[in-house]
């Protein structure tokens, strides 16, 4: 157990070295995702003094400050880098994102939200660079895909024809939390700064 956090403390490192070397994502290519929280996120600390402790806190922490976004998502070294993160920011609990939240004083609904779109690149990296284990799992990257960049006309087409269920056979599919899923494929700008709807569009699909 201290072998793994003593990995992840070091991985955690490693990625942080690597993003701030690639420079600045406000100043970087491909930058649609609106990035509100960032100052929402650094007023809260400035007032509350609060600190990231475990690496889990921190990579939630780098996700309120914008560090997975904005990059060139055609950059070569940015996709291994974001592909690395993938599986680290998949592994941090909910608890720990809504920790974060209470502990700086964010609404617990921005930490969520900063965490699904970092998801959101992280994701798009790993299925680039790494290929699909099987046939479902290509079918289920491919059709999760378009949802996964910003104002992509296939999504909204492929919006209105999902089935009921199908946000939650994606997550099982791909591995990745249902809450992921159902706020990339159902909200239509989930990209914007409009984080209040994200929880009703999660919602909505539970209870359809």
Sequence with gaps: MKRRQRY???ALTVLVLALLARGSPAHAQDAQIDTFFIQDWLDACQQSGYRAQSSDEKLV?????????????????NLQVLAAVHPLLLAVPSGTISHVAAQAGVEEGIAFHAYHVSLS???????????????????????????????????????GLLAPGMTSQVAQALSLPEE?????????????????????????SQGG
């Excluded at 999760?144 to 087409?157: G, H, I, R, V, Y």
């Excluded at 992921?180 to 909505?204: H, K």
């Design 8 to 10: 992840r403390r070091l």
């Design 121 to 159: 690149q992280t994701f798009r990296a790993e299925a680039a660079l790494m290929p699909a284990s099987d046939e479902r799992v290509a079918d289920m990257r491919a059709l999760l895909a378009p949802f996964l960049t910003p104002e992509n006309t296939e999504a909204d087409l492929l919006r």
């Design 180 to 204: 992921f899923t159902a706020f990339i494929m159902l909200d239509e700008t989930w990209w914007d700064g409009y984080w209040q709807d994200d929880a009703g569009y999660y919602a909505s």
């Design 61 to 77: 922490a780098m996700a309120l400050e914008g560090s997975f976004l904005g990059l060139d998502m055609t950059d070569a070294m």
